[in-house]
């Protein structure tokens, strides 16, 4: 366990409504934060079917359960706080503040352009996160965000465009409500 592992678990510790606050420009996780965005550049430079590569580095970055499918862009905050299940796929620009633990479960689709923070509030140079938890067999539709202290049941279905700042059920299906829809004009019968 690096010294900065220990930090967190030390801060973990110390707060057991899972809240976590702590101060991101302690050299530690400085260290932690520049290890990673190297290897999220390797990793999103790598060529498309380089699969030995990126298998490489994704077992290096992530806590991950091989094997996973992750499409560049893809950039998450310190790496060694996700964790990834079998057989989930996150889509194109994918990011991810795992400033506090975030869990993904196996058979898990997420769409491109997706956003899973972590962070609550900041005040001064601490700031204040709470993990993120998707169960199996989730989908996640494109454009969606995810923040920290929700946890996702299995077999939920996040529509696109939604951002989800409460639990969601097992079996829930969420999706944007639609406040102006446009109607298509009637097509002539020429």
Request: with cysteine; hydrophobic share 40%.
């Given at each position: ?5 220990r ?6 510790a ?7 606050t702590?101060?991101?420009q302690h050299?530690?996780f400085?260290?932690a934060?520049?290890?990673?965005k190297?290897?999220?550049r ?6 498309p079917?380089a699969?030995q590569?990126?298998?490489a580095?994704l077992a290096e970055?992530?806590n991950?359960d ?5 499409e560049?862009?893809?950039n998450?905050?310190?790496g060694?706080?996700?964790?990834v ?10 990011t991810i503040?795992d ?12 769409g491109?352009n997706?956003?899973?923070d972590?962070t609550?509030e900041?005040?001064?140079n601490?700031i204040?996160?709470a993990?993120i938890?998707?169960?199996?067999n989730v989908?996640?539709?494109?454009n ?5 202290g929700v946890?996702?049941?299995d ?11 409460r ?7 969420i999706k944007?409500a639609?406040?102006n829809s446009?109607?298509l004009p ?5």
């Amino acid at each position: 366990m690096n010294k900065c592992q220990r930090l967190v678990v030390s801060i973990q510790a110390e707060n057991p409504l899972r809240k976590l606050t702590f101060n991101p420009q302690h050299e530690s996780f400085s260290a932690a934060r520049a290890r990673c965005k190297q290897l999220c550049r390797q990793f999103n430079l790598s060529a498309p079917y380089a699969m030995q590569e990126k298998k490489a580095l994704l077992a290096e970055l992530l806590n991950a359960d091989m094997p996973i499918f992750i499409e560049a862009d893809f950039n998450c905050e310190y790496g060694h706080n996700l964790h990834v299940g079998r057989q989930t796929f996150l889509n194109h620009n994918v990011t991810i503040n795992d400033s506090a633990p975030v869990y993904i479960g196996q058979n898990v689709l997420i769409g491109p352009n997706c956003f899973l923070d972590t962070t609550l509030e900041r005040t001064g140079n601490e700031i204040t996160c709470a993990p993120i938890k998707i169960g199996n067999n989730v989908w996640v539709g494109a454009n969606v965000i995810i923040q920290g202290g929700v946890e996702i049941g299995d077999n939920a279905i996040i529509g696109a465009n939604c951002k989800i700042n409460r639990s969601v059920s097992e079996n829930a299906i969420i999706k944007v409500a639609q406040k102006n829809s446009a109607e298509l004009p009637p097509q002539s019968e020429n």
